[in-house]
C-alpha cells in the first residue's frame, strides 16, 4: 500500500541532543512537508521541499535542519538549538503544490 | 494577514443529532480550501477540497461548502465513529514556488451513543 511512514512513533531527547525523525513515502509524491502540532495551536510549517535536493525554510525552522537527497526521503534533525522541541511533528507529501497534503502518522517528541 | 479560525473550539452531539462546524479565513488569494479529519495521536487524514465559491463535496454523513470567507463541514446523523477533530486548512496564492498552507486550529468533535 502507498503511503508515508514516520519513525519513530515515540522519541525522547536529552537537553543538548540532536535527534533525527524519519519520513520516507512511496506515493512517488514530488512535494513534502514537516509540521509541527502544539495543542490548541494549527500545524505550523518547519521545512518544505519541492524537488530532491532543494528545500526552504518555513515559518519556524530555527533550530531545525532536513535534507531531501532521495525523492522518497526527508528526514528532519531537531538539534540542540530549539529551546522548545516538546511536540508532535508531522510529515506530508502532496502531488504538487497545489494538490492536498497526505500524512504520515507522526512522531512525539518528549525532552527528557 | 492571513488568518484561519474554526468555530467551535469543542461540540458534543448525541448519536443522530445533525450539526455543523465552522472555517473562516481571510486570505489574498484564495487557491484551495482543505477538510481533514485528525483521530488521536494520529496524523491527519484528507477528507475533501474545494476551490471556488459555491462548490460542494460529500462522503458519507459529511458533506463541504465554500463561500467567499468561509466553508462548513456539515455532518448529517452523525455516528460514535465520526468523533474526531476536524481542521481545516486554506492554500494562499504567492508570487513564490510556494502558496503557503495555513491551517486553523481544529474542532473537536464527540458524537454520543
Known amino acids: 500500500d502507498g503511503g508515508i511512514t514516520q519513525s519513530p512513533k515515540y522519541l525522547f531527547r536529552k537537553e543538548g541532543q540532536n535527534v533525527t525523525l524519519s519520513c520516507e513515502q512511496n506515493?512517488?509524491?514530488?512535494?513534502m512537508y514537516w509540521y509541527r502540532q502544539d495543542p490548541g495551536q494549527g500545524l505550523r510549517l518547519i521545512y518544505y521541499s519541492q524537488i530532491v535536493n532543494d528545500f526552504q525554510k518555513g515559518d519556524i525552522a530555527e533550530g531545525y535542519s532536513v535534507s531531501r537527497e532521495k525523492k522518497e526521503s526527508f528526514p528532519l534533525t531537531v538539534t540542540s538549538a530549539q529551546k522548545n522541541p516538546t511536540a508532535f511533528y508531522l510529515c506530508?507529501?502532496?502531488?504538487?503544490?497545489?494538490?492536498?497534503?497526505?500524512f504520515g502518522q507522526g512522531t512525539r517528541l518528549t525532552v527528557v | 494577514e492571513d488568518q484561519v479560525t474554526q468555530s467551535p473550539e469543542a461540540l458534543r452531539l448525541q448519536e443522530g443529532e445533525s450539526s455543523s462546524l465552522n472555517c473562516s479565513y481571510t486570505v489574498s488569494g484564495l487557491r484551495g480550501l482543505f477538510w481533514y479529519r485528525q483521530d488521536p495521536g494520529k496524523g491527519p487524514e484528507f477528507l475533501f477540497t474545494l476551490y471556488s465559491a459555491g462548490e460542494e463535496k460529500e462522503k458519507e454523513r459529511l458533506k463541504a461548502t465554500l463561500t467567499k470567507k468561509e466553508s462548513f463541514l456539515h455532518i448529517t446523523a452523525p455516528k460514535p465513529e465520526d468523533s474526531a477533530t476536524y481542521l481545516c486548512?486554506?492554500?494562499?496564492?504567492?508570487?513564490?514556488?510556494?502558496?503557503?498552507?495555513?491551517f486553523g486550529p481544529g474542532t473537536s468533535l464527540s458524537v454520543i451513543p
Open positions: 506530508a507529501s502532496s502531488r504538487s503544490r497545489v494538490t492536498e497534503a497526505f
Open positions: 506515493l512517488n509524491h514530488d512535494a
Open positions: 486548512a486554506v492554500q494562499a496564492a504567492r508570487k513564490t514556488s510556494y502558496d503557503k498552507v495555513i
